[in-house]
């Protein structure tokens, strides 16, 4: 409990004037006037014994006299030694009055004494007095030059304490004298300055710091041995999708409650501290964005702060999905010009071959009946020229990236065109495609080249998978009247468990041979490109059964339309 200076220096001195003065007057009284009164009552017992026996001597010789008087005894030696005696009796009654004034003298003079006793009681009185007095002047020079001073640094303390350091200790500028207490003050004054201008210039250095990384284009963090973020920049927070700081970083990044298990996480910090590596790179995705996917680097940071060191772990994150989207334009920017190129050099020669072969029919075959051998020979040999003049055609159809807004798209038909561009690679890898399609008025709202080089992408994984020849089937339908499913499915060598959840990664490749080894940007692209158009992504797959990718899709309006009065019809 606390207990102020003020109330310690009143009570004490309360206390021991009381008690001083208490044992002061007690002694007095019990001591000096138990005395007084016990000898006055001695003096009065032992004058008031002679007063008697002067009276009874008195009264004894009147009574002889007026026996004497009254009877006429004779005159002899012992009657006059009586009579002679007669005479002394004014003498003795002289002595008797002496007496009674020496008893009034003695019982002034107690009076007297009894009044410088209360004389003696009042002096006490005005003594303690006078000595409140003095303790009171004490008590407030003390309150002024002690307490004052001590409550204005216990008040410029606690606000201190609370963390306002910009509070001072008021002081008198033009003081004429000055004690310990004033050079306290303005030393106390002194020191919160310099932690204030220190707390300043530690806060200015923390805000440039901050700024500088928050100018890096990459994610920034920077945590401890306990997992705590010591500082991120607003990339870090933006990647996380955190609009306020966490304390630890598996809650920032994958809102986790413990660390991040080491069977499903990669964790920087345990790889570093446990592992004692000197650099960790590798790809996540954050909780908050499970479709973006981050490259991270980790290093370890060792500071020497007074004497000891403390152990951190860097973390520069890199978004992939600006690299995704730039390898995607390359790729398909290499196969815009590859179909250019076979445009420009195919296209004019195979339309030269077929107008000298619609020349000869026109010519010579012009009479001649549809069902001649040689003519039907020939008209088969002008419609495949016609579908390798498409060919190029829809390369450069499939080659165009377009910025402009989505369209409907009939995916049906695009799914057929890119059957037909990848049907030679199909045969040489003895793949045998079917199409099931109950609806080709299936329509979805996006970009055609997109939606088309996704296919082809897992069309192709599909004939890796295959390396011995298989079969692939591509169903397509519609769920619930709202969602488009397109389902490639293979009989290949399937996808191992423990690598299933990374084949969206970027730089992920599974290829065992450098014919199928790609850059692992393929899927990686095929799932930002169906997520652009607003669709879905999911997996399934067997070791040595095959695997089944399924996409699906907003239905467009139209194309609900269309089935709804194909229904309706059949009805």
């Given amino acids: 409990m606390f207990f102020s200076l003020n109330k ?112 003696a009681v009042r002096i006490v009185i005005f003594s303690s007095v006078l000595i409140i007095l003095s303790m009171l002047l004490l008590w407030t020079l003390i309150k002024r030059w002690v307490i004052a001073p001590i409550n ?58 901050q700024s500088l990384i928050d100018g890096i284009p990459d994610g920034i963090r920077v945590i401890d041995d306990n997992y705590n973020i010591i500082i991120a920049n607003k990339e870090y927070y933006r990647q996380a999708g955190k609009k306020a700081q966490c304390s630890k970083c598996y809650a920032s990044s994958q809102n986790l409650k413990n660390p991040c298990p080491a069977s499903l996480y990669m964790c920087p910090l345990q790889e570093i501290n446990h592992k004692h590596l000197k650099k960790v790179k590798f790809v996540q995705q954050f909780a908050k964005y499970p479709n973006r996917h981050l490259s991270i680097n980790a290093a370890p940071l060792t500071i020497n702060t ?114 037909d561009l990848l049907d030679y690679e199909a045969k040489r890898n003895g793949v045998t495609v079917e199409l099931n399609a109950p609806d080709e008025n299936l329509s979805i709202i996006g970009f055609e080249a997109d939606f088309k080089m996704a296919i ?46 990374r084949i969206f990664e970027p730089f992920f490749s599974e290829g065992k041979n450098t014919q199928n080894k790609g850059t692992g940007l393929g899927l990686a692209i095929v799932k930002s490109i169906i997520e652009k158009i607003n669709g879905t992504l999911s997996v399934r797959s067997q070791e040595n059964k095959g695997t089944c990718f399924i996409m699906e899709f907003p239905a467009s309006d139209n194309g609900n339309a269309s089935l709804q009065k194909k229904k309706s019809l059949h009805k």
Avoid: W
């Fill in 456 to 501: 082809i992408n897992i069309i192709q994984n599909a004939f890796k998978a295959m390396p011995n020849g298989g079969k692939l089937r591509i169903n397509t339908y519609q769920k619930d009247n709202r969602q488009n499913v397109l389902e490639i499915e293979d009989n290949g060598i399937g996808i191992p468990k423990d690598k299933i959840n």
């Fill in 152 to 209: 204005k640094l216990a008040a410029a303390s606690r606000q201190v304490a609370s963390g306002n350091f910009a509070t001072r200790v008021n002081t008198f500028s033009h003081q004429v004298f000055t004690d310990e207490f004033d050079d306290l003050s303005h030393t106390f004054n002194q020191m919160l300055e310099n932690i204030e201008n220190g707390i300043l210039e530690i806060k200015n250095k923390e805000t440039f710091l």
């Fill in 306 to 419: 007074n004497g000891e060191q403390n152990s951190y772990i860097v973390e520069v994150i890199r978004d992939l999905s600006d690299d995704i989207r730039f390898s995607h334009q390359q790729k398909l920017s290499s196969l815009g010009f590859l179909a250019t190129s076979v445009a420009h050099e195919m296209k004019n020669h195979l339309g030269s071959i077929r107008m000298i072969l619609e020349a000869i029919l026109d010519k010579f075959y012009k009479d001649i009946p549809d069902d001649n051998e040689e003519k039907q020979y020939l008209s088969m040999i002008n419609n495949q020229l016609i579908s390798c003049i498409n060919v190029p055609e829809r390369l450069l159809k499939l080659s165009r990236y377009s910025n402009d807004d989505q369209q409907e798209i009939k995916y049906i038909n695009s799914v057929k065109e890119v059957i």
């Fill in 8 to 119: 310690k220096f009143i009570y004490t001195i309360a206390l021991f004037f009381l008690f001083t003065a208490a044992l002061f007057v007690f002694t007095f009284y019990n001591i000096y006037g138990s005395k007084l009164q016990e000898e006055q009552r001695s003096t009065f017992l032992r004058n008031q014994q002679y007063i008697e026996l002067l009276y009874e001597n008195i009264n004894l010789r009147n009574a002889l006299d007026n026996i004497i008087t009254t009877n006429k005894i004779p005159s002899g030696e012992k009657l006059n030694n009586l009579l002679k005696n007669k005479k002394d009796i004014r003498s003795q009654q002289e002595e008797l009055s002496l007496e009674r004034k020496k008893t009034a003298e003695m019982v002034q003079t107690y009076n007297e004494r009894y009044e410088a006793l209360q004389q």
